[in-house]
């Protein structure tokens, strides 16, 4: 089974500087349908005008993915951390038992565009953590990537649930098939370009939730990206 969110169905947030689509319920974007998939709470797309964003907020109990399509993002954390993630990187936060962060454009002339994704962890009062990686585009081109995993498999960065998330940039023409274990479920965010998902045309934006399904066929018609997450 498999269904379609497609990009003019999700919520939006503009507030001047920012421009931001929900793929589920977020802030006072509520759709009762929409509160979620399996442990996968929230998939935003986010533009940050140059030299704003977001100030110092706090979060708990989330892992929280940060993924940059084009630009940079500057964090800063109670933890410590201060570090810019620019495409082609992947940032994780464990939230656990409570910490503070900021995110601002790095760029005081281009946009940001980033994608922020949070999983709900598989058990509460986790101990704060970060982790950052980079993917060279060869490690995604015309392949699933492992950029996250629970047991940081093949080099991916750590979350802590049993999710695995991949990248792929694909050529047009190029195709990849993922096969889901019995029980397992996947949901595909459509980050640049067009696909077609076992058929079914899916454009930048579009996503899909997909279910009791042995495997899915990702055929990239131009140029394309896309995230793919494998959920429990």
């Known amino acids: 089974m498999i269904r379609i ?52 907020h706090a979060h708990r109990d989330m892992e929280i993915l940060s993924y ?36 601002y454009n790095a760029s005081r002339t281009q946009w940001a565009h980033f994608i922020q994704i949070w999983i709900q962890p598989e058990e509460p009062d986790l101990p704060p953590g970060y982790e950052q990686k980079m993917f060279p585009a060869t490690d995604l081109r015309n392949q699933l990537c492992l950029l996250a995993s629970r047991e940081g498999d093949d080099g991916s960065i750590r979350i802590y649930q049993d999710v695995a998330v991949y ?16 029980g397992r479920h996947a949901w595909i965010q459509i980050l640049r370009g067009d696909f077609e998902l076992n058929r079914m045309p899916l454009s930048a934006g579009d996503g899909a939730a997909i279910s009791e399904e042995a495997s899915i066929e990702v055929l990239a018609k131009n140029d394309s990206e896309a995230l793919l997450i494998d959920l429990a």
């Open 5 to 56: 969110r497609r990009k003019d169905q999700r919520g939006l947030t503009e507030l001047g500087w920012l421009k931001s689509h929900h793929t589920f319920s977020f802030a006072d974007y509520h759709e009762p349908t929409m509160m979620g998939f399996r442990a996968l709470r929230v998939l935003n797309e986010d533009r940050v005008r140059p030299g704003q964003g977001f100030p110092t």
């Open 68 to 103: 940059v399509l084009d630009g940079a993002i500057e964090h800063r954390d109670s933890l410590g951390n201060g570090s810019v993630i620019r495409p082609g990187e992947i940032q994780r936060m464990t939230a656990g038992t409570g910490v503070s962060h900021s995110e």
């Open 167 to 182: 990248g792929a940039l694909l050529d047009g023409g190029n195709s990849v098939v993922h096969r889901l274990a019995p």
